[in-house]
């Protein structure tokens, strides 16, 4: 073979080969735990998505999150952070406070940044609001906090009333202080609050009935992942039994319930994903405060308070930040 040929011959296989390109580095992967369902929160988790994209990051362009969801079911909670783990997550956004307490029990080295309404230092969550310490901070929603206000509001829709009712899902970390906080307030002015448990549906409608016969004035709702999943329901409930009921979710008005009393859960949501944007960036939890989402929020549904043959006190009307007429 000639060398003119040789070459030629080579330098055509040369066009053949293929060309190697070097591996991109792989995403880094969120972890998003709720003991809710998406189907209940989404918009708060499209707030989530904000505040994370306002930090710099989108899910699916240069981030991956992996949603899991425990549809009020608590005991499901540990099995699905412990997939998160092993699949070695770069942080676990754990939303709502069973699922804040599971992560933080299942991982002290993942970053972990929490959504709460109580307090994180009272569930041992963080040290301190302002040094959290270890892997873990997050936002507060008040929603715990103004408990014994959703009592005040109740009195105040129905204030000839002296007895009240009040249902918690007893596995909820937040129920007995809930339930505390509420009991005091109730004391100060000077009416009955029966507590009631549910955490099944069947409980749910044997409460409701038992309130109906007690002749309570108002029910008040403690905050749940169980409830909150079951907002159409509730309010069904409700005007079914003829029964004035206040929650802190604002979804529960938009679903027909009467009145919604709590911090902004949106608004921690939004904080929460761009808290995640910065673990993602390197910053580490234990320098990063906790924050408090301090938007309180009080809506109100006029036409389920004309269902309920309700007069909402004009107070009560002038002070909501929206009403559904």
Known sequence: MRRRDFIRLVGGAAVAWPLTT??????????????????????????????????GYVDGQNVVIEFRWANGQY???????????????????????????????????????????????????????GRPGGNVTGVTQMTGEVAPKRVELAHELVPQATVFGMLINPTNPLSENVKRDSQAAALKLG?????????????????????REMHVGALVLGTDAFFNNRLEELAAL????????????????????????????????RLAGGYVGRVLKGEKPADLPV?????????????????????????????????IE
């Open 238 to 269: 409700a005007i079914r039994n003829s029964l004035p009921v206040v929650y802190e979710y604002h979804q529960f008005v938009a679903a027909g319930g009467l009145v919604s009393y709590g911090g902004s859960i949106i608004d921690s949501y």
């Open 291 to 323: 924050q408090q989402a301090s938007k309180i929020e009080l809506l109100l549904n006029l036409k389920t308070a004309k269902t309920l043959g309700i007069t909402v006190p004009q107070s009560i009307q002038n002070r909501a930040d929206e009403v």
């Open 22 to 55: 070097p591996a991109q580095p792989a995403m880094p992967v969120i972890g998003f735990l709720n003991s809710g369902s998406p189907d209940t929160f989404a918009p708060t988790v499209n707030a989530f998505l904000q505040g994370l994209k306002e930090s």
């Open 75 to 129: 005991d499901r909670l540990t099995a699905l952070a412990d997939d998160l783990v092993r699949r070695g997550v770069s942080v676990i956004a754990a939303t709502s406070t069973p699922a804040n307490l599971v992560a933080k029990a299942v991982t002290s080295t993942i970053p972990i940044v929490f959504t709460t309404g109580g307090d994180p230092v009272q569930l041992g969550l963080v040290t301190s609001l």
């Open 191 to 211: 009416v009955q609050l029966n507590v009631l448990h549910a955490s099944t549906d069947a409980e749910l409608d044997k409460a409701f009935t038992a309130f």
